[in-house]
């Protein structure tokens, strides 16, 4: 069963860049069967799609955040990331990454149906 | 941009009732691209419904998910003590994808 991992640091300083990286647990994350994305959800809120990443290079940010994110992916480690800079109290929140299975390809259609547990992420000085 | 707005904020029901979530969107739905989710305090999202009413692996079938166009509805047949929890749906269709605020199902 496919299992997610994310990993990176617990608080980051205001105006600094956020890394955080997913692991995937195998190596479909080259498969044009699915996208690859990150989703956030800060405290006591819901939940805020921030990009994803398609396995032949075609990336999806949101508009509020497209100037500041950078979404990439490492096949060779199964692994993909998200940076996120000039971060603020406001960025803070549980991080997910996810698993979106691609329902066409043109256009780029996908649902996210597995997430990983989530990282929390405190902005503060 | 399409605004999904859930209702009611919460519902109070006891197990063994029937539960209706209603997710309005401010905007049509291309293609019916529109998804459920089940959140438990410090758990991620799991996934319920995709394409509006095709259930997702391993859901139970008590669990239903209905509508077009603007109007979808996720139904829970007959609630078990396990599905109290907050719900979400979610528009994939067009972007920027938008999440509803949720709805939160709690035991009366």
């Known amino acids: 069963q496919l299992q997610l991992q994310e990993s990176g640091p617990g608080l980051v300083k205001p105006s600094e860049t956020l890394s955080l990286t997913c692991s995937v647990s195998d190596d479909s994350i080259s498969s044009f069967l699915y996208s690859w994305g990150w989703i956030r959800q800060p405290p006591g809120k819901g939940l805020e799609f921030i990009g994803s990443?398609?396995?032949?290079?075609?990336?999806y940010y949101d508009p509020s955040l497209k100037s500041r994110v950078t979404i990439s992916v490492d096949t060779s480690k199964n692994q993909f990331s998200m940076k996120l800079n000039s971060v603020t109290a406001a960025d803070t929140a549980v991080y997910y990454c996810?698993?979106?299975?691609?329902?066409?390809?043109?256009?780029?259609?996908?649902?996210?149906?597995?997430w990983g547990r989530g990282t929390t992420v405190t902005v503060s000085s | 941009e399409i605004v999904l707005t859930q209702s009611p904020g919460t519902l109070s029901l006891s197990p063994g009732e029937r539960a209706t979530l209603s997710c309005r969107a401010s905007q049509i739905v291309s293609g019916a691209y529109l998804a459920w989710y089940q959140q438990k305090p410090g758990q991620a999202p799991r996934l319920l419904i995709h394409g509006a009413y095709s259930r997702a692996t391993g859901i139970p079938d008590r669990f239903s998910g209905s509508g077009s166009g603007t109007d979808f509805t996720l139904t829970i047949g007959r609630l078990e003590p396990e599905d109290f929890a907050v719900y979400y749906c979610h528009q994939y269709g067009s972007s920027p994808y938008s999440f509803g605020q949720g709805t939160r199902v709690e035991i009366k």
């Open positions: 996810a698993r979106g299975s691609v329902v066409t390809s043109l256009p780029l259609i996908y649902y996210m149906d597995v």
């Open positions: 990443f398609y396995y032949n290079g075609i990336t």
